[in-house]
């Protein structure tokens, strides 16, 4: 017992203030930048990219990177001739419109299309979005979706419960949601907490592809949320499906699936950029 | 008994050697004219007769250094009595897979591999489906670590294990429509099949007062999706069936057909707190089907790696034993342990799950030079905290009353079920793959492997503390005896449809790729098999007779991937 009272005073705190105060400046890999100055557009890196995350048009001169596919295996950087891709430490990338992700407006034609409208998935999955056109007859998406978000910011308030779904990831996601409970990070410090039912959460922290097995649990847990509930996509995998985009088994993205709030690129994102995806859902931080 | 076990195959079943080179042969006519006829029927012990006149010298170094390796080519209706002689020599059967080989004019073919380890030695059964039925004689009944392979095998190929006891799907769930069968070369990888409605089938217990409990695939802890459907009388569990592959990404269909380079970054994918582990099965590999050497700095790089993913995994595991108990003061210890773990990741290479760390033919970059003594400080420093933890953790009689003699996996079941790594090893499992089949800087390296026997909770709590120590251990010795040297040779251009396997020790246990090169630096296949499709077998084992509340306890003894045995 003593042992263990001498231990508990040992370290008196280890939780890291982050996002009052930001993280001491680390050598941690983070996104990924090509600088167009110095690109020669010769195009072997978007050859080589594992998960085709780099658009380029070579006749326009622009290239760019998706940060929704990019896995930020930094392969890109190991194989530019000119030194033109940089990794950086940049690792605040949540953001709310897809199509911010990328820089580029080739990604952003290409990207347009694939939300929600992914065929294979049946009309049965259509129903899942939150609001039902018929029960509103006369005002657009955009007002409602507007008025619903003003409305949620009004109900959660600051504080906020959370129920994680894995829905086809590798783990890695998940390890690192889970890290946000450890004495590092300790996520209860601001008002978040993880409860073990949708019934009590007010946001879903989807990790993964949107796998066909568990596409149906996916919305079951979905609908299972009490509304106004938000949904934030987790990692590569949950923005577009990442490396494992395309295949029999896999989404491209759990946006294929239920409606996305917030998008946290990454492969996995550091604890610190899902607590960053997190207060950007709730408007804690700009 | 087993040191002439190639010899007694090859005698007494009248089995040939099969090198692969008959694949180089249909895939490339041009060679064949060369070929000197007796060249298919020549027994591995001949290679060394100059006849393959096809062949460069290279080629046939390349097939007598995989030498620990046996391919024996048996005809279908032998097999049974193949593998359960194998078996009796006490080989347990590691992997079972079966291969689109339609393109040589081979159908499908499926390999039955047996380790040897005492002797660091794999014997691999290769036979063909018949191409009209479809079925292969199922040998379950005799081998049970078959059987999951075997409905593998079926849903991904098509391919009927005839005599199977519970032949029911194991990959696909009820909405994937009969007849479909994506590891074919002739389905796409693109394609999505219409969502069918069967109704998925339990194992049912009955009795008076038997009820089930569902669980999943949503849990209340932020863990990976799976259904436990439990069936309990009171408090015990009488019957535990886990239905998996919720996570199912179709990775090893993925994979095929894309460049080595790309595979690469799946392998490390393929289970997230195991990147290191199956990033490293798949180089070992590609080198050997390369025929590159590893520099030794990359080798021990490698080790310093492969322990510190142990370290990180184990100490996550040791925290959430405590979690799961309500000790919740050890939880925390452990895993403020963890997150210093993963700053020692930070250090090394700016990536806390070690990807972008290995690269075909080494690693990426010198990651170790100038941050030694760094490095070894941190070390020690979670070693001195651990050992205080655990000294404290040991002493709580109340959590060691809950960890004692609960979840008990049975000797004979782990050995007949081919339980590894932690969890074999807490149930008199004597293995580990850096022992017997010694790979990266490991032979120049002093360690020692847990023994236990009792196969509990705390054997495995045990089996994991002093895994970690010497996972400490190693990595201090990888760093204080690094070579200078570069760490990458890079590898050529690869022959096409050349294989080879790839054997690493995972956190979790005994880690298997099996990859055969396709044209232009693709894969043409390439299978996976982590520890964790061998032990959640056994973990449904290990629950039986356990109060329903201890099932998180034993459960995160073990501690499996669902990624990594879904793929």
Known sequence: ?286 | MTSNLKGNLESKFALKVFSGKEFSETAFPLATNQVNINSQTTLASDKDNSQHVSFSDHDDKFWQEQDNVYYLEAPLAKVKEICCYIQELGCPLVLMFANDERNFQAGYAVYYVFAVREEGMLVVIKTKADPESMEIPSISNHLHAASGYEREIQDLFGLVPIGHPDAKRLVFHGNWPQGVYPLRKDFAVGQKPDFAQEKIRFQEVVGEGVYEIPVGPVHAGIIEPGHFRFSVAGEPIINLEAQLYYVHKGIEKLAEGQSLEKCLFIAERISGDETFANSLAYCQAIEKIAGTKVPARAAYTRVLFAELERLTSHLGDLGGICLDAGYGFANFQFQMMRGWAYSVADELCGMRFLRSVNKLGGVRKDFVSGKEAKLIELLLNIRSELEDTVNIVKSNSMFIDRVENTGILEPKIAVDLNAVGPGGRASGIRYDVRKAFPYAAYPNLNFKVPEHNNGDINCRMNTKIEESFEAIDLMIQAIEGMPVGKVCEPIAEVKPYRFAFGLTEAPRGENIHWVMTGENNTLYRYKIRTPSFCNWPALCHAVKGNIVPDFPLINKSFNLSYAGNDL
């Not at chain 1, 890196?45 to 896995?71: E, F, M, T």
């Not at chain 1, 199509?99 to 952003?108: D, G, I, Q, S, Y």
């Not at chain 1, 939300?115 to 509103?136: D, Q, R």
């Not at chain 1, 889970?178 to 004495?183: D, E, G, I, Q």
Request: charged letters at 20%; a neutral charge.
């Open chain 1, 1 to 286: 017992m003593f042992d263990t009272l001498k231990k508990i005073i040992k370290y008196p705190r280890l939780t890291q203030d982050y996002p009052n105060r930001s993280l001491t400046p680390a050598s941690f890999l983070g996104q990924t930048e090509i600088d167009t100055a110095k690109c020669n557009f010769c195009g072997e890196c978007a050859l080589h990219c594992p998960s085709q995350a780099i658009v380029l048009d070579k006749s326009a001169r622009s290239i760019g990177i998706d940060y929704a596919k990019c896995i930020f295996c930094i392969l890109c950087e190991e194989i530019c001739q000119v030194g033109a891709v940089q990794t950086t430490n940049k690792f605040e990338l949540a953001v709310r419109d897809k199509v911010t992700l990328n820089n580029h407006a080739l990604c952003a034609n290409a990207l347009r299309d694939t939300p929600l409208s992914n065929k294979s998935n049946g009309e049965s999955f259509y129903k899942t979005a939150v609001i039902n056109e018929e029960n509103l007859p006369n005002t657009s998406y955009e007002t409602i979706c507007s008025d619903l978000q003003a409305t949620v910011k009004k109900i959660f308030g600051r504080s906020l419960q959370i129920r994680e779904v894995d829905a086809g990831s590798c783990n890695g996601c998940d390890y690192e949601i889970n890290a946000l409970n450890n004495p590092f990070n300790d996520l209860e410090r601001l008002g978040i907490s993880f409860v073990a039912s949708p019934r009590h959460a007010d946001m879903l922290l989807v990790t993964g592809t949107g796998t066909r097995n568990m596409q149906q649990a996916l919305v079951k847990t979905y609908e299972a949320t009490p509304d106004p509930k938000l949904v934030v996509a987790v990692g590569a995998c949950a923005c577009s499906g990442g490396i494992f985009r395309d295949t029999y088994a896999t989404n491209n993205g759990i946006d294929a699936l239920v409606p996305v709030d917030v998008y946290i690129p990454g492969c996995p994102p550091r604890p610190q950029a899902i607590i960053y995806g997190i207060l950007k859902a709730i408007d804690r931080v700009k």
